[in-house]
């Protein structure tokens, strides 16, 4: 069974507009989660990671993402992105040190 | 500092041929990961490495398959009597290895195209 499941696989947004990009994790997976980016014809790259305190985690570019337990949920977002946002974003965490990676999101960023 | 490196950077082969991906994980780096990325999917887990040891190897796929990393720094994927199946980008991480239990960042090379013909 996936242990990190990301609701959707394309989300367009024209530029400046708020974004959310939706993740769940399963309960096997540990309470460290993460967001890496992958811009175009680049390697993935952290945005932003939550190990444990405050449940609302700020990353690079702006980006922020929620841990929620209730809902077994660590939702991205951005309240107003750019065009050089445009790439795939992907949900990871670990069970103990072996990490599982939700199937990505592709946003587009549309001017 | 050197990031992560990889090599190749692509290999075609034909299938039933032997090949090698190479890792060169940034110096001092003692986790090293290894991933398979299939088209339109995310990155899935083949092995964990701390030091010399495959600590994690639950993912790797079969018995074709095979990761070694004999000084605790370089890593080599190898993959016998390749498939077309196995035709993907191979990723390699390297984290620092200080938090436990998967809390460190993972420091992605570009990743090895493998095309199997």
């Known amino acids: 069974a996936q242990s990190v499941t990301q609701l959707d696989s394309q989300v367009p947004v024209f530029e400046e507009a708020p974004v959310e990009l939706r993740c769940n994790y399963s309960s096997s997976v540990s309470v460290y989660l993460f967001w890496y980016v992958q811009y175009p014809n680049q390697g993935l790259q952290l945005l932003l990671k939550y190990l444990s305190g405050s449940t609302l985690v700020k990353g690079i570019n702006g980006f922020e993402a929620e841990f929620n337990k209730s809902q077994t949920s660590f939702h991205l977002r951005k309240p107003s992105v750019h065009i050089s946002d445009t790439a795939e974003y992907f949900c990871?965490?670990?069970?103990?040190?072996?990490?599982?990676f939700g199937s990505g999101t592709k946003l587009n960023v549309k001017p | 500092g050197a990031g992560v490196s990889q090599t190749p950077s692509n290999k075609v082969t034909e299938k039933g041929k032997y090949v090698e991906l190479r890792c060169d994980p940034i110096s001092g780096h003692t986790a090293l990961y290894w991933y398979r990325q299939s088209l339109g999917q995310g990155p899935e887990f083949l092995i964990y490495?701390?030091?010399?040891?495959?600590?994690?190897d639950s993912g790797l796929p079969n018995d074709r398959f095979f990761a070694v990393r004999p000084e605790g720094s370089v890593s080599t994927l190898k993959i016998q009597r390749t498939e077309r199946g196995d035709s993907a980008v191979y990723l390699c991480a390297s984290s620092p290895g200080l938090a436990g239990g998967g809390g460190d960042e993972q420091f992605f090379g570009p990743g090895t195209r493998l095309t199997v013909l």
């Open positions: 990871a965490g670990p069970h103990f040190n072996k990490f599982y």
């Open positions: 490495f701390q030091g010399t040891g495959a600590a994690d």
